[in-house]
């Protein structure tokens, strides 16, 4: 079978399809035949050396997927032949809080992923997907859309009325944009496109603020707000956005802490002053995957696809993720 491998360094020029023999499942595991991947800016760190700068390779990358279970190892009742499924971002995670032992079973970074034609995965740690999802559609859920959920509802607990701050147009922003619009919330986006913004205005966002045009956009959320704040702010950013996003979010607010793309350093006063709640959100369990997989299907919520590229073009793919031009997930076909 084919395997995209980093086989002896890291750069999007390392990656390498190469023929590997198909895994066998062991008790407890299954065998999924690979239909469909997506990208999260997680893959391009990894493959840039940054995210686990000891990796050991040659190393099967990405974490997001979505396939057939076609053999199931022994003592495997939980999932059958022929079902769909995506598999868990941690393959420990199945329930309860988070601790180091899950966070060490990360698939793409501290396991090897899931780039190849055929995968084994724990059975416990995979999750059927929405029937009236594509496979490309359904691709897109194990991170991306998971860490929005958790961000926003498991951990966010938001309600109907109040009001979402959401950066970008990347997949984590847009899932995070089209949850709060579903659960009735209020959504503001910001964007250096107003391109991006009229498209994210056409999913439910209610206000887009352009950062280039506007850089005190946290003031600007505020007067969207009549000067009270916005109750939970999906912090994509980091570092070089927290103090906007620290002005912009009312007293006693909630940040859900996801992306690392920006550099500087904050004064982190603001939050004990405004008593606001600063949470790392690492992704989510296999229960919360179910729960959000179950309001996805009720509401018939679609996620966005910007483009879909063939398998054997995967650094294309991460080349073009680099770019930062794409407006909501990137997908790869078998």
């Given amino acids: 079978m084919k395997s995209f491998l980093l086989k002896s360094g890291f750069g999007i020029e390392n990656l390498s399809l190469e023929d590997v023999s198909e895994p066998k499942p062991g008790p407890g595991e299954v065998l999924v035949k690979m239909r469909a991947w997506s990208l999260n800016y997680r893959d391009l760190l990894v493959v840039r050396g940054v995210y686990a700068p000891k990796l050991r390779f040659p190393f099967q990358i990405l974490s997001d997927g979505v396939g057939e279970v076609v053999q199931t190892g022994l003592n495997v009742s939980r999932v059958q032949v022929g079902q769909r499924v995506a598999g868990a971002f941690m393959q420990k995670w199945v329930e309860g809080r988070f ?27 995979v999750v059927q997907v929405p029937s009236h999802l594509t496979d490309e559609e359904a691709a897109t859920l194990p991170c991306a859309a998971l860490t929005a959920w958790n961000a926003l509802v498991s951990s966010g607990q938001l309600t109907a009325g109040e009001t979402v701050l959401v950066q970008g147009t990347g997949g984590v922003s847009i899932f995070a944009l089209q949850f709060a619009h579903m659960l009735g919330a209020r959504v503001i986006v910001t964007s250096s496109s107003d391109d991006k913004l009229e498209r994210a205005l056409d999913l439910g966002a209610s206000d887009g603020i352009n950062y280039r045009a506007t850089p005190e956009w946290g003031a600007a959320a505020r007067h969207l707000t009549a000067d009270r704040g916005v109750d939970h702010v999906v912090e994509v950013g980091g570092a070089g956005t927290l103090p906007q996003a620290l002005h912009a979010v009312r007293h006693g607010g909630h940040i859900s802490l996801i992306g690392i793309l920006t550099g500087g350093e904050f004064n982190p006063i603001p939050i004990l002053m405004k008593g606001v709640c600063v949470q790392g959100i690492f992704v989510g369990s296999c229960e919360m995957f179910e729960a959000m997989n179950r309001a996805i299907d009720l509401n018939k919520l679609k996620p966005v696809v910007d483009r879909v590229f063939p398998f054997a073009e995967l650094p294309q793919a991460l080349g073009y993720m680099e770019s930062g031009s794409h407006f909501g997930k990137i997908v790869i076909s078998a």
């Fill in 99 to 125: 601790d180091e032992e899950k966070a060490k079973s990360s698939l793409g970074g501290n396991i090897p992923g899931i780039a190849a034609e055929y995968v084994v995965l724990d059975a416990e740690a």
